[in-house]
Structure formats: structure tokens, C-alpha cells
């Protein structure tokens, strides 16, 4: 399948790109081998083949889900000009 100028001149409005009229000749060229290259990729056998999400059959390492630090929320608000319920106050911008 390849593409005419029309298709690529669409392409490049949704990608916001300006081409100039030399250039379509060059991008319509290299955007029709991409198109092909993805058609034989289509052809490819892919019967018995499991679906997977990554090519390594490895496991993620995850650390435990604990809590390391200690809350000290009152000690950063000692410095706080306003604080009400543990909430910095701060004056309304918008009117």
C-alpha cells in the first residue's frame, strides 16, 4: 500500500508539521516503505503464539509496602506563618 500526497499533506496536519512542496515527494516516498514494511509484518505466522507483555520471563522485584519514616508534620508547620488542622493557610490569589 502506498500513499499519495493527499494522505501525507493529512498526516503532516495532524503531526503540525509544514511541509514545503519539495519535501512531499521525500516524505511520501519514506511513509509508503514504513507503510509496507508494517504490511509484511501483517503476513508474519503468529498462530501458537502466547501474547506477552515483556520479552524476559522475569518477576519485578518490589519492596514491602512499610512505612520508613515518621510522621513529623507539627514540626514542619512550627515555621508556617498560618496553620489550621494541619493545612497551610495562605492568602486568596483570586478575587
Not at 522475569?58 to 506563618?81: C, F, K
Amino acid at each position: 500500500m502506498s500513499l499519495d500526497k493527499d494522505q501525507v499533506q493529512h498526516i503532516a496536519l495532524l503531526a503540525r508539521l509544514k511541509l514545503n512542496d519539495d519535501e512531499y515527494a521525500e516524505s511520501v516516498e519514506k511513509l509508503s516503505k514504513i507503510v509496507d514494511f508494517v504490511d509484511q509484518l501483517s503476513t508474519a505466522d503468529t498462530d501458537g503464539v502466547v501474547p506477552m507483555a515483556h520479552p524476559l520471563d522475569t518477576a519485578q522485584r518490589l519492596r514491602p509496602d512499610a512505612v520508613i519514616e515518621t510522621d513529623e508534620r507539627d514540626r514542619y508547620q512550627e515555621n508556617a506563618p498560618e496553620v489550621a488542622n494541619g493545612l497551610y493557610l495562605v492568602p486568596k490569589v483570586i478575587e
